[in-house]
């Protein structure tokens, strides 16, 4: 089993910065890609960014431009630099891992989410 754990949310004024840190732990054979999903009040999870183990980089298009993903293999360990934020960043931020197992397949994990809340 492989445990996902987020940190670093919180209350930040319009045009503010926050980082998220996500950390997976537990037994690991190998860690693919890792990103970011969020899910605002009465919406449905949207994507945010994700990080292949390569470094690859993919964000929406909502976030391009003010988010930065990046990560530590060495640590298993994947943040998300966030800047300018808007009152519209305003969600519970998941992260999400999948987890390449000795079998040869792929095993997805979430976090249990962290709240960013950006006042205007």
């Known amino acids: 089993q492989v445990q996902v754990v987020e940190s670093g949310g919180g209350l930040v004024q319009a045009g503010g910065s926050l980082r998220l840190s996500c950390a997976a732990s537990?037994?690991?054979?190998?860690?693919?890609?890792m990103g970011w999903s969020r899910q605002a009040p009465g919406k449905q999870r949207e994507y945010v960014a994700h990080i292949s183990r390569g470094g690859d980089t993919n964000y929406a298009a909502s976030v391009k431009g003010r988010f930065t993903i990046s990560r530590d293999n060495a640590k298993n360990t994947v943040f998300l630099q966030m800047n300018s934020l808007k009152p519209e960043d305003t969600a519970v931020y998941y992260c999400?891992?999948?987890?390449?197992?000795?079998?040869?397949?792929?095993?997805?994990?979430w976090g249990q989410g962290t709240q960013v809340t950006v006042s205007s």
């Open positions: 999400n891992v999948d987890h390449f197992t000795t079998w040869g397949t792929t095993d997805h994990y």
């Open positions: 537990g037994s690991i054979f190998s860690i693919n890609d």
